[in-house]
């Protein structure tokens, strides 16, 4: 693997301290693609090879990485990939759906095998009401494939006997479920698999004119996505670490002073916006969405937000080791006029850690081969 550049950063490096090593993360200009097995349709994923150049740069093989806001679970693949060991934890229970597949990818043909034993054609009883929220995004006849397949998965896992293949189904089940072309169960979505609320997504049916009876077997598309992950060779080593769902404040299955590396992203402020971006994936997979909703932390003011940082930056100091690194990935966007980077970096401060480095870096744009530095600006801070 091609890992990125870092070179001296030129440009302001916000309101850091002018001594403060700054660097800047280059991209190469070949090979900026994901590798396959982190090309996953999940909301606002951080790029695979941000994680792995800290991951290769700051840890040894059989090293402890940690991630605290894992989100599609792209860190602990990335270490596994690596050769160390790994905690993911995420309050969302999509995260282990979305990881824990990946690291221990069935065979093609055992897939092929399981599609063909399962009932598809087993009828599902649904009440109206959600039978017509669930026709704003999907057509009759795909819609009754995705409940018998539903009920499957459900059953399985409610039994016991859910294994490795039946994982790795859901896991793709999951991830195509929706999008913005024909290569997903829905509808179109808005971009990215966002979702909607129903009459949100009616009115986008609207104005999309969508074909209501488009057929399609989903079969087709779990063994086309199937092939497409499985071209990766470089499989992760699935013993090698676990997926908690915890808060991040609270994550007592993490021993003290035993994480090498602590590299993760923030979450967003508005913590509803993320319920109503998981909703139908969570029902999917059969979680209550009001038990989710209670779960999260509010997360609706800087204050708020601030506070609650606090509380997960003392965490750290408990289970990192004397030395570990803590890096914290972060977008450039501004809070009241200062960069978000610099309010997370005094957090970390007050509550024990030391600045040693920041990292500046722009997501490539994949549509203009040419652009190597992208539009998307991200700061990574480096703590100790």
Partial sequence: MEYLQAEPYQGQSHGYAADLPSWELIFPAVGREEAIIHQVAYLAGLHSQIAAWFIHEKTKEGELVCDVFAGRGTTGIEAARQGRSFFLNDLNPLMPILAEARLQPPDLQAIEQRLREIPFDTPVWIDEASRQDLLAYFSPQILRQLLSMRQYLLMRQQTGSLDSIDRWLRFVLTERLLGS?????SFPTLPAGYATRPEQQKRLNQKNQIDYNREMQITD????????????????????????????????AIPDHSVDLQFTSPPFLNTLQYVDENWLRLWLNGFSEEDFTARLP???????????????????????KVGARNVWAVA?????????????????????????????????????????????????????
């Fill in 181 to 185: 072309d024909a290569h997903y169960f």
């Fill in 221 to 252: 598309l779990l063994r086309q996505r199937s092939a497409f992950y499985l071209q990766d060779k470089a499989a992760p080593n699935a013993a090698a670490g676990c997926c908690l769902v915890a808060d991040a404040a609270h994550l007592a």
């Fill in 298 to 320: 509010r997360l609706y003011t800087m204050p708020e937000w601030s506070a609650y940082m606090t509380r997960v930056l003392q965490e750290q100091r408990r289970f990192c």
């Fill in 332 to 384: 450039e966007r501004r809070v009241n006029s200062r960069w978000l980077d610099e309010i997370l970096a005094e957090l970390a401060i007050a509550a024990g850690w030391q600045l040693q480095a920041v990292y500046h870096t722009c997501l490539p744009q994949m549509k203009k081969r040419q652009n190597l530095r992208g539009a998307q600006g991200l700061c990574c801070i480096e703590l100790q």
